[in-house]
T-cell receptor, first 109, second 114 residues
């Protein structure tokens, strides 16, 4: 069965607002997570990763939070832009990535 | 462009035909992975190579599927006697090193079986 899953299949966000995409995982031994963005007709694009010895990691306009107690991670996108419209996947492990079903983010102008 | 390259981008074929896809990974990446993605789903792992060695194959990879990476650089994925259910996007990814490292994906080959 699926070992990672996103909470909402779709998310509609006003341009300029912050977006939060959530993901839950089931394996408490999981120690590495990756967020990917997939635009229509393209392959998944690496956004940011986090290891289990961290609670938070920041990139350019993105922040990933990891809560190992409740086995939950989130991706926050600051000042969402139209180019952020895509499907977002969380995945666990470094090889044999296990993906959830994805959250489709739509940015409203 | 130094990213992962996949060819062809699209393949349409009749049921029962054989097809072969090619993946050229990022040049210094020693690991190469194949995934399959169907509409509305996340990618599913098929197999991976470390250099030229195929280290793991998913149960999704039936006997009709074969992957090779003969010189540890590019890889091919062949599907024999294609079936309707093989219609999907086939994605290739590569990564560097042996530990947990981010995989970088190509834009895939979309296979349509008539």
């Amino acid at each position: 069965g699926e070992s990672v899953g996103l909470h909402l299949p779709t998310l509609s966000v006003q341009e300029g607002d912050n977006s939060i995409i959530n993901c839950a995982y089931s394996n408490s031994a999981s120690d590495y997570f990756i967020w990917y963005k997939q635009e229509s007709g393209k392959g998944p694009q690496f956004i940011i990763d986090i290891r289990s010895n961290m609670d938070k990691r920041q990139g350019q306009r993105v922040t990933v939070l990891l809560n190992k107690t409740v086995k939950h991670l989130s991706l926050q996108i600051a000042a969402t832009q139209p180019g952020d419209s895509a499907v977002y996947f969380c995945a666990e492990k470094g090889y044999k990535l296990s993906f959830g079903a994805g959250t489709t983010v739509t940015v409203r102008a | 462009d130094t990213g992962v390259s996949q060819n062809p981008r699209h393949k349409i074929t009749k049921r029962g035909q054989n097809v072969t896809f090619r993946c050229d990974p990022i040049s210094e990446h020693n690991r190469l992975y194949w995934y399959r993605q169907t509409l509305g789903q996340g990618p599913e792992f098929l197999t991976y190579f470390q250099n030229e060695a195929q280290l793991e194959k998913s149960r999704l990879l039936s006997d009709r599927f074969s992957a090779e990476r003969p010189k540890g650089s590019f890889s091919t994925l062949e599907i024999q006697r294609t079936e309707q259910g093989d219609s999907a996007m086939y994605l290739c990814a590569s990564s560097f090193g042996t530990g947990d490292q981010p995989q970088h994906f190509g834009d895939g080959t979309r296979l349509s079986i008539l």
